[in-house]
């Protein structure tokens, strides 16, 4: 089985779009069961009434309706980290995705990734922690598409090594699909370890352990507006200039600062599974990755430089080397 596990929180803007959309994904080609857990944070407007009347007009209409479980807990959590943590743990599938409540899926989005994911099964074993993810198109507040491919629009690698994701991540929480291997390893995770986001932690923690592989498709319609946790800038361009500058060197350390105590809550609670699976020299970088929090700035280049650990673009690289 497969499941989606949905966040919402005050979403009424979207949420009945996204739901529709989850709700209506293909299924002809799954030789398995599709589930839908959602899981609300304690929204103070007409989230959950929309979401009970979709679902009501949902199992009408549909002869074939997948199962879906509404959770009875809304109690406020502050953060999409721990309001995902709370849905992985009601799982227990083989395969788990995120869902956010402002996108929209294309239809074939669910069949895709899971046949690459088992693609990636036979290659490595079902055992062997796995996270796939794909590309996404991007659309503003209204709905209109704005761009094809994420990736290309922020240019972004498409090559998933455990180097680049440490000081950059690229991979999309609601592009996601875990494999149970992976999604019990990423569960014995307190939300509180998350100190960016639950994808840029479940991205590290698989590529230290497992494999990490990336879909080159959009298959995903990504909301940009103003209440995103996360926002994209196109890749050189002014506004991505403007909001560097705007955020400064402050905001660049504070967010480096995190992303080496992060790698520290990963290398502590990890540390056996990421020996077994790489060895002591890939603990020895995690742990010499967290600790240029407590580092110079030669120090600190000299490390990005021996281990090529650089933000991609060459204006982020530029900000990295003179900021860091």
Not at 299 to 307: A, S, V
Request: aromatic share 8%; proline share 2%.
């Amino acid at each position: 089985m497969i499941d989606i596990l949905l966040a919402t929180y005050n979403g009424e803007k979207y949420i009945d779009r996204q739901l529709k959309s989850l709700l209506t994904q293909d299924r002809d080609n799954l030789n398995t069961e599709l589930q839908l857990i959602i899981r609300d944070d304690g929204s103070t407007d007409r989230t959950m009434e929309i979401i009970s009347n979709r679902l009501d007009y949902y199992r009408q209409k549909r002869q074939n309706p997948m199962k879906v479980t509404v959770l009875d807990d809304r109690k406020g959590t502050g953060s999409p980290a721990a309001c995902f943590m709370r849905l992985l743990r009601t799982s227990s599938s083989e395969y788990v995705m995120f869902s956010d409540q402002d996108d929209m899926w294309y239809r074939r989005k669910t069949e895709a990734t899971y046949h690459f994911m088992k693609k990636q099964e036979e290659k490595y074993g079902k055992d062997t922690p796995i996270l796939v993810h794909t590309d996404l198109s991007l659309m503003n507040e209204e709905g209109r598409k704005t761009a094809s491919s994420f990736y290309a629009y922020q240019n972004l690698p498409r090559e998933d090594k455990l180097t680049t994701l440490l000081i950059q991540n690229t991979v999309t929480g609601c592009t996601m699909m875990l494999n149970r291997a992976a999604a019990d390893l990423l569960k014995q995770a307190p939300s509180s370890e998350m100190i960016l986001m639950h994808d840029h932690y479940a991205a590290v923690l698989i590529a230290a352990v497992g494999k990490v592989a990336f879909l080159n498709e959009a298959l995903i319609r990504y909301r940009q507006h103003s209440g995103n946790v996360v926002g994209a800038h196109a890749s050189g361009s002014a506004s991505e200039y403007k909001n560097r500058l705007e955020k400064g060197r402050d905001k660049f350390l504070q967010d480096m600062d995190l992303s080496y105590r992060q790698a520290g809550y990963i290398l502590k609670r990890y540390e056996n599974e990421i020996r077994a699976a790489g060895g002591e020299e890939r603990v020895k970088l995690l742990r010499d990755y967290s600790n240029l929090i407590m580092a110079g700035k030669m120090e600190r280049i000299e490390f990005f430089q021996k281990h090529g650990i650089f933000k991609n673009g060459a204006i982020k690289k530029a900000v990295q080397m003179l900021w860091c």
